[in-house]
Structures are given as C-alpha cells and as structure tokens.
C-alpha cells in the first residue's frame, strides 16, 4: 500500500495561467475525492468520482475547474484561468466502494497565484 | 445544510494532561463520523471513525471518541497527552461513503 501521491507538491503560478494536478489513488480504491483546504479552515469538497464516473460536484467548483479520471485509476484537477483566489491546497484522497468507507488523503498540492 | 464544527480553534495543554476536544454535527439520518489528524509538515491521518455499533471508538495512538446520538456529538478525548500529540484535530461527517464534511480544525500544542 503506497499511499495516495499528488503531483506537483508545489505550484507557484501567475493570475490568469492554466494550472494540472494529478493525483494517484490507492491501487484497489474505486473511489476519488478532491478536496480544497485553506488557511484556517477544514477541507472543503469539490468532486469525487467513482471509477471513471464523476458522481457529485459542489458549487464551489466554478466553470474553471474541471477534473478527470478517465481510466478509473488517476485523476486530473485543471484550473483555468487561475485567480489570486485559486490560492489553497488542494488535497486528493481515495477509498474503496465497499465496506467501510474511510478515505485517505495525500499530501497535497499548494498553489500560489500571483 | 450539513454541517460539522468544532468547539475551540487553538488548545494547548501540558505534557500529562487530558484532552477533550469537541465536535458536533448537523445531519439527518445516518452518519459516519471521524477524526482526522494532521502532525507538521505531515499529510492528514485517520486517528479513528464510527460507523456504527459501540458508541465508544478507539483509535491510534490511545486516543478515542464518543458518540454521542441525542447530542450530535462526537467528542475526541485522550487521557494522557504528549509533546508528539501536537498537531492539528479535524472532525469530519459523511453519508453512505460519499463526500466528508470538515470542522475548521482544533490546532493543539502540548507544552513539554
């Protein structure tokens, strides 16, 4: 069991640049979720995909955003158009379908926008 | 809309001291509860979770949690803690496997 990975782990961009993610689940995890941290605050949703699916999107995620997981096993997390706004860390985790569905997380990514 | 919070932001205690921190949510129907822990510099961890059965959870590194039905409560409690047990506490809320809801994190310092 390897862990969940994201790359890179450090994104420093200017306002208006295109910025790619990726994240690496859990070999037999199914599922996928995105996730956006910022100081002070919890993890807050924006997407999960099971297998190749994406199941569920919060209205955080505006029409800049767009994630990807097109053969079920890595994910992609594009943003377009990037604001000083965008400024966070963005957290990937997995968990499997069945059972108890404990997600793990990974270390994350942190973009700057300047 | 559901929702998680968590009762205190900073705490910080003494070496041997004991730790409760608190945690409530606002969800109807069934809900999984954790609590997530993330040392400096480190990725967030489990540190346990409920999904059903005994109210009373036991999770890594002697910490455990209860909940609690009647107060929507899910309290983190450890009996002893240590200079290593400071990080930062997350409580978090889901249904049927889907999407985590997050507090805003319980920063802790244990003074040595």
């Known amino acids: 069991d390897t862990g969940v990975s994201q790359d890179p782990r450090h994104k420093i961009t200017k306002r208006g640049q295109n910025v790619t993610f990726r994240c690496d689940p859990i070999?037999?995890?199914?599922?996928l979720y995105w996730y956006r941290q910022t100081l002070g605050q919890g993890p807050e949703f924006l997407t999960y995909?099971?297998?190749?699916?994406?199941?569920?999107k919060s209205r955080l995620l505006s029409d800049r955003f767009s994630a990807e997981r097109p053969k079920g096993s890595f994910s992609t997390l594009e943003i377009q158009r990037t604001e000083q706004g965008d400024s966070a860390m963005y957290l990937c985790?997995?968990?499997?379908?069945?059972?108890?569905?404990?997600?793990?997380f990974g270390p994350g990514t942190r973009l700057t926008v300047t | 809309a559901q929702s998680v919070s968590q009762h205190n932001h900073h705490v910080i205690l003494s070496e041997a001291a004991s730790l409760e921190l608190g945690c409530n949510y606002s969800?109807?129907?069934?809900?999984?509860l954790f609590w997530y822990v993330q040392y400096p510099g480190q990725h967030l961890q489990l540190l346990l979770k409920y999904f059903s059965g005994d109210p009373l959870v036991k999770g890594i590194k002697g910490f455990e949690a209860e909940f609690i039905k009647s107060k929507f409560s899910f309290n983190l409690r450890k009996p002893s803690v240590q200079w290593s047990d400071t990080a930062e506490y997350f409580c978090?809320?889901?249904?049927?496997?889907?999407?985590?809801?997050f507090g805003a994190g319980t920063i802790l310092r244990v003074k040595s």
């Open positions: 985790a997995s968990s499997r379908q069945l059972g108890h569905y404990e997600q793990y």
């Open positions: 978090a809320a889901s249904q049927y496997g889907n999407k985590l809801v």
């Open positions: 995909f099971q297998n190749e699916a994406q199941l569920e």
């Open positions: 969800y109807g129907g069934t809900v999984n």
């Open positions: 070999s037999e995890h199914n599922r």
